[in-house]
Structure formats: structure tokens, C-alpha cells
């Protein structure tokens, strides 16, 4: 029998870095695989098309928006979220 360990880490939004328009967890940064953004934005703003390295994970809180991945996009609603591959280009809105 195999045993997994996992470390957990707890981080309260008031611990993340505020830039622009969004709290940052940038896995880089928190020795983690991925990165996350807490935005808050007002309708139609968010980040412009942009690319990062790693996975990048954004939770839609309240409201709606409309993300851009490639040539894609999509409204993602409250509730839920929406993940995508480092090297894409993406955009908020």
C-alpha cells in the first residue's frame, strides 16, 4: 500500500497582493502549479489580452463575464469558473 501526503496551505484574500483590479496568487510566487485572480471589476473592465506560463484559474463571484481565450469566448456566471493552459491568451472582461 502506498501512502500520499499532501500539504495544505491556508491563505485569507487579505494575504494576497492587490494589483490593478485584482487580488494575485501566483503559483510562481506560492510554490504552487497554478495561479489564480481574484478581480474585482466593473462591467466591461477586467485585464487586457495577456499570456502567462503556467495554469490560470478565475472564479466569477458575482455577476457575469465574458472571457477570451484565443479566439474563443465565453460568459462564465456566478458560481463558476473557468481554467486555462499556460501559453494561452486570454482575456477578462
Do not use: N
Not at 6 to 20: A, N
Not at 33 to 47: E, L, T, W
Request: hydrophobic share 35%; with cysteine.
Amino acid at each position: 500500500m502506498s501512502l500520499i501526503s499532501c500539504v495544505m496551505s491556508f491563505t485569507s484574500l487579505e494575504q494576497l497582493p492587490f494589483v490593478g483590479m485584482s487580488y494575485e496568487f501566483v503559483g510562481e510566487t506560492q510554490g504552487a502549479p497554478f495561479s489564480a485572480y481574484i478581480v474585482k471589476a466593473k462591467p466591461g473592465q477586467g485585464p487586457p489580452l495577456h499570456k502567462h506560463p503556467y495554469v490560470e484559474v478565475a472564479f466569477t463571484l458575482e455577476g457575469c463575464a465574458t472571457i477570451t481565450i484565443g479566439d474563443e469566448q465565453r460568459e462564465v456566471k456566478a458560481g463558476r469558473h473557468r481554467r486555462h493552459s499556460g501559453g494561452d491568451t486570454a482575456s477578462l472582461r
